[in-house]
């Protein structure tokens, strides 16, 4: 039997679906184009930092010739930021799970173990939204490091970037 036009799971998916596809371009922007256009915005930044007098909109599509190079450093800072995110998820799923365990084990809602549950997942949430601005501070010179230096690669850059 088909699924009616007016059937509510269908109607769901319908629209989940022409959510996802909305979402292509912009994922195709960020995978492809994000990374050589900050690479080039970092050019240009570094250029009106050195006092630059000729600084031209050509540059922020610098990272377009240095293609590899650009999308290497972006996904090797992504990367590591996304390591120490999975650092703080499973804190946070561990605690969650012992909950719904002990939960499903006793079969009641034990309403005095939530609140202090509640208060551990605020605070694993605030500290891994603090330190991951740390990180990414930290880390976030990657591009300057490179363009700076043209011959290293994107690690020798990081590891520039958090000494700075």
């Known amino acids: 039997m088909m699924a009616s036009y ?3 799971a269908f109607v769901s998916i319908m ?3 022409k959510v996802f596809l909305s979402m292509i ?3 195709l922007f960020i995978i492809f184009l994000f990374p050589p256009l900050t690479y080039g915005l970092s050019k240009i930044i ?3 930092s050195n ?3 000729d600084v031209k909109i050509s540059t922020l599509f610098s990272g377009f010739k240095e293609y590899g190079k650009s ?3 972006f996904w090797w800072f992504a990367l590591w930021i996304f390591l120490w995110e999975l650092a703080f998820y499973f804190p946070i799923m561990i605690i969650t799970m012992i909950l719904l365990f002990s939960v499903a084990v006793s079969g009641v809602w034990n309403i005095a173990i939530f609140p202090a549950v509640f ?3 605020f605070i694993l949430i605030i500290s891994m939204i603090a330190f991951l601005v740390y990180k990414e501070i930290r880390y976030g010179f990657i591009y300057y490091a490179a ?3 043209p011959e290293i690669g994107a690690i020798k850059a990081m590891n520039i970037s958090k000494e700075i």
């Open 71 to 73: 999308m290497g450093i």
């Open 25 to 27: 371009p912009m994922w």
């Open 15 to 17: 629209i989940l679906g």
């Open 119 to 121: 208060v551990i997942e």
């Open 147 to 149: 363009i700076d230096d």
């Open 6 to 8: 007016t059937d509510p």
């Open 51 to 53: 006092n630059v007098e």
């Open 46 to 48: 570094v250029q009106i």
